[in-house]
């Protein structure tokens, strides 16, 4: 490859920004004139113009004497740094004549590069403030040595360089060691053949860290052997040589030992020592590097060690989350090691991050072993009481949401080791009215399937929280727990005392005195303490600003139990559960009861039972739709409790098939968790039988720093992302999209690449004219959320040719958008200026949107927040419920968050779908479709989206429908 031709080619390593382009830049002449100017601010704005200038493509070569006679002996430290930078793009060659360019195109000898003569006085220059008596003046000179590449510039001032590495003042000597690597790097055999036995005499008697550092490095990087040897004769000394240094060390151990892995036992123990440095950046690195060369026991839990100690130690969440990713790696291949520090690392749920918190449990999880969990759930539930204290306010930050996590990890622990289940599930029950309350009975319900010694003691602690539920949900739960497990005559007695007396008597419809109580309690709200302010005129004439606080009175406390409550503001689904609950109670005190308690339980039960249907029939609430279903299934309690055919028919129903439904839910949710532990822990092989096989002794020995024991024939995959070579280019000619036709004068396409917020826009533009084409320019246009920062450049194409421009565009929300232009050029032949309007391009909201997960409660809480809703009728030839939702989840890019089983068989479907887009935006979708006999066993209902944004539930509404329509044309004309 030839020699640049112009040193903006080559030094063009920086960017200035500055207020002299105003207006536009000034001319040659004006500079030089400029610079001749006595004030030095003159200078200074002459000199970045000439060099703003000289980066646009202006020679100038006027102005190099001028800068040399006026500025270079300035003592304006700004003015140097100038002069330094132009040093950097001004040209210092001469320009080749053309017969030399013709003699060494015609195969003679090659061009010779010819300095300057003005150059001459700028080594002169250089050299002076190299021997400056203002060490800042010399540090800075040599710094700026560190940028120049050429030969015949470093050459004379290498005797000062040298001289320079004996000054009094360390900031003069770091930065000499600098520049005698930068000049050994480039020029090391004809320069300075000398520098490494330089830099191993300079090092040996240097006493400032960065000098020392900086010796170190170039001794690193050229004369390794040299480096090595030192590290061994200082090796006591290294953890007082500074942080830089220990990172050089580290950085040279992982070179060498990629290189050669036998040299890995002499740097043990210096990796050992750097684990227990105070320097965190030192530590993390030091324990990444010896878990990469070692994989015994002692160097892993040294390693471990200190990563429990940076966990703990830093205040820094990035840090934290950091550590706890290394954490993860370990644990996959060294779990025993860290089940020793497993209450080390759960220290870190003093986090107030949730998100640490959430990462800390991940990890600590799945170490916990019979050996430890008993101080795990001592931990977890300390933590767990914390959150009802109003004195910690790191644990109030997090929320009900770092409760529901401590709680789910509690029902893990519970469930894998039985022992534990009996400490925890009574003080969780002392959460049933907080926050976490549906984490806790969905906990309790499943210990009480599990464990029937335990079950006496829990549905007596239920009983006695059943008045403080105050979530409708949970207290459905509550009744169904009540109902299928209670079955001794003490229990039954109990849960049906507390069942009706939490009820009360019936009516369960507002009578007058409820609805007077209501009118107070509106009126006391209305009557809650204000603060007034008016402005008053005091005695003296002036204005004032008067506030007053008035106080009502203490409004009387509602007793009303909150069962009751929810049954009088219209729960029709409750109410059917309470008649559920109250029938199986009946029905398992037969044989354990008296007959007159047995008459009296079951006459209170049918009261209560047809108020509750009264109550459905004359409430008006959401759960209207509910009333035949209510109906009907009080019909069939009532039934059963009164005919005895119809006990005897639906008695086992009733009493066993809800329990065994459970037992096999709760079965089918172990087998599928020990499946996906299957499947995590399968090892897939990074390498197949007839892969490529690389010899690390056959490559090239400069090798990067890295990962030791990785493949680096990966690299590139690793780092472009591309895993599967072979789905590549399907992927790239999915994204080409045709924007003129071919019977255009000029046929251009679109090569479209998305990457989060930026859009690249490759546009191949062919001439099929047979003549030149000038000023061709492709004019675009976006329409939604999408900004075009980098315009195509103007092209003149051949006859027949063809050009690749460029456009970079930029998006900052998933709304639709589309891309739009023309193509503008003129015929050189005929002069004539003619146009082409291209094709649209339609942005796809599936080049956003990525699969995400969320908890059901989540879900809930998002779902209610959300403003935007959009509602898409369902139309589609899919017979098959799960096949069609199936569609729908791969053709949105959304994940199912309701688990279904392929075997599931009936004509109704209700799921939830989640995503997120790569600017943070929620969707949320759900799908509720039925399959209908009088609708020719066509599917039929609604999908519903929400987000906070417009935009997103529009496209993803669209893509929907879009979607469903295509199908829908494909089958029918695979049908014809």
């Known amino acids: 490859m030839p020699a640049p031709k112009n040193s903006n080619e080559t030094y063009c390593t920086f960017t200035l920004a500055g207020d002299v382009t105003a207006g536009g830049l000034p001319s040659e002449d004006e500079i030089a004139k400029d610079l001749e100017s006595n004030d030095d601010s003159v200078k200074k704005m002459a000199l970045k113009a000439a060099i703003l200038a000289m980066l646009g493509g202006e020679a100038m070569p006027r102005i190099l004497m001028q800068v040399i006679r006026f500025c270079i002996n300035s003592n304006d430290k700004q003015l140097k740094k100038l002069c330094m930078l132009y040093w950097e793009v001004v040209p210092k060659y001469q320009e080749p004549t053309s017969e030399e360019l013709l003699t060494a195109g015609q195969g003679g000898p090659p061009v010779q590069r010819k300095m300057l003569p003005e150059m001459l006085l700028v080594c002169n220059a250089l050299m002076n403030d190299l021997t400056h008596p203002n060490e800042y003046v010399r540090g800075c000179m040599l710094r700026f040595l560190c940028k120049v590449k050429d030969e015949e510039i470093i050459g004379p001032l290498i005797p000062s360089i040298k001289a320079c590495l004996e000054h009094r003042h360390p900031y003069v000597r770091k930065n000499a060691a600098l520049a005698v690597f930068h000049a050994h790097r480039l020029h090391g055999e004809n320069l300075l053949p000398d520098a490494p036995t330089i830099m191993e005499e300079f090092i040996n008697n240097e ?78 690195e030091a324990a990444w590097t010896l878990v990469s060369l070692s994989s015994s026991p002692t160097a892993v839990r040294a390693a471990a060690v200190t990563y429990a100690k940076l966990l703990n130690g830093q205040n820094d969440n990035n840090v934290k989350l950091i550590v706890l990713e290394r954490l993860e ?4 291949k060294h779990s025993k090691i860290l089940q020793e520090l497993l209450m080390d690392i759960l220290r870190a749920l003093s986090s107030p991050s949730p998100d ?33 204290s109003e004195s910690d306010s790191s644990v109030e930050s997090k929320g009900s949401v770092y409760r529901t996590m401590l709680i789910q990890a509690i029902h893990g622990c519970a469930t894998r080791f039985p022992e534990v289940a009996e400490s925890v599930v009574h003080t969780l029950m002392d959460f049933i009215s907080t926050d976490g309350d549906m984490q806790v009975i969905i906990f309790v319900r499943s210990i009480v399937e599990q464990y029937t010694d335990l079950r006496a ?64 309690l509106a009126a006391a709200a209305a009557d809650a303490p204000k603060m007034v302010t008016k402005n008053v005129v005091l005695a003296d004439g002036t204005y004032a600003t008067q506030t007053v606080y008035s106080e009502s009175k203490t409004p009387d406390i509602d007793n009303t139990p909150q069962l009751r409550k929810m049954i009088i503001n219209g729960d029709i689904f409750l109410g059917s559960l309470v008649g559920s609950c109250l029938t199986k109670l009946c029905l398992r005190a037969e044989g354990v009861i008296d007959g007159i308690a047995l008459k009296k339980m079951t006459v209170d039960s049918m009261l209560i039972m047809c108020a509750i249907v009264k109550m459905a029939e004359v409430t008006v609430s959401a759960q209207r739709s509910s009333l035949a279903d ?49 499947k ?42 591309y895993t599967d070579s072979g789905s590549l280019l399907t992927t790239e000619l999915s994204h080409v999209y045709q924007l003129s036709g071919f019977a ?76 739009f232009g023309t193509i503008v050029y003129e015929d050189t032949s005929t002069m004539e200026k003619g146009h082409i309007n291209l094709n649209d391009i339609h942005m796809d909201i599936m080049d956003y949107i990525r699969p995400a997960t969320c908890s059901d409660e989540a879900f809930r809480s998002m779902w209610a927040e959300f403003e935007w809703e959009n509602k898409v009728a369902i139309s589609t030839s899919i017979p098959d419920l799960l096949k069609f939702l199936n569609h729908i989840v791969t053709s949105t890019n959304m994940t199912c968050l309701t688990p279904h089983e392929s075997q599931e068989q009936g004509s109704f479907l ?31 209902g609604y999908i519903r989206i929400r987000s906070k944004t417009q935009g997103i539930a529009l496209s993803l509404g669209d893509r929907i429908t879009t979607v469903q329509r295509g199908l829908l044309e494909t089958n029918s004309q695979k049908a014809k």
């Open 207 to 284: 006493t400032d860290v960065s000098a020392r550092r900086n010796a170190f490095l170039m001794m690193a990087n050229e004369a390794e052997d040299l480096a090595i040897q030192y590290l061994g004769r200082n090796i006591e000394s290294v953890s007082t040589f500074g942080d830089g240094f220990a990172l050089l060390v580290l950085e040279l151990t992982r070179r060498v030992c990629r290189r050669d892995p036998t040299q890995k036992s002499r740097f043990v123990r210096v990796l050992f020592q750097m684990l227990s440095s105070n320097s965190a950046a030192v530590s993390y």
């Open 329 to 332: 790696d370990l644990k996959k």
């Open 356 to 388: 640490i918190c959430r990462k800390v449990l991940e990890v600590a999880m799945d170490i916990v072993t019979t050996r430890n969990v008993k101080d795990v759930v001592v931990t977890l539930k300390r933590e767990v009481q914390k959150t009802t």
């Open 457 to 520: 003691s829990i549905l007596g602690k239920l009983l006695n929280s059943l008045s403080e539920v105050n979530t409708n949900q949970v207290m459905c739960v509550c009744l169904w727990i009540l109902g299928e497990y209670c079955e001794d005559a003490d229990t039954l007695k109990e849960a049906f005392e507390t069942v009706t007396e939490q009820l009360g008597p019936p009516p369960y419809i507002i009578q007058g005195d409820d609805k007077e109580a209501q009118e107070k």
């Open 630 to 678: 209510c109906q009907e299934r009080i019909t069939m309690f009532c039934r059963t409790l009164l005919d005895p055919k119809a006990k005897e028919i639906l008695k086992k129903t009733l009493l066993n098939d809800g329990k065994e439904t459970f037992a096999l839910f709760l079965k089918n949710i172990k087998e599928k968790e020990a499946k996906e532990t299957k």
């Open 680 to 721: 995590e822990e399968e090892e897939v092989p990074s390498t197949q039988a007839d892969d490529l096989i690389h010899f690390r002794q056959l490559r090239s020995m400069a090798v990067q720093g890295g990962d030791v024991d990785l493949d680096d024939g990966s690299d590139l995959a690793r780092a472009t992302g």
């Open 744 to 819: 255009d004068p000029v046929y251009a396409e679109a090569f479209l690449t998305v990457h989060d917020y930026d859009i690249v826009l490759e546009i191949l533009v062919i001439n099929r004219t047979p003549n030149t084409l000038a000023n061709l320019s492709v004019e675009l246009s976006t329409m939604g959320d999408m900004k075009i920062v980098e315009r195509p450049q103007p092209q003149t194409i051949g006859p027949l040719d063809q050009a690749t421009v460029r456009a970079s565009i930029k998006v900052s929300s998933t709304e639709t958008g589309h891309i």
């Open 910 to 940: 209700a799921a939830n779908l989640y995503a997120r887009s790569v600017f943070g935006e929620d969707a949320l979708v759900n799908v509720s479709v039925e399959k209908k006999e009088d609708n020719d066993g066509k599917l039929a």
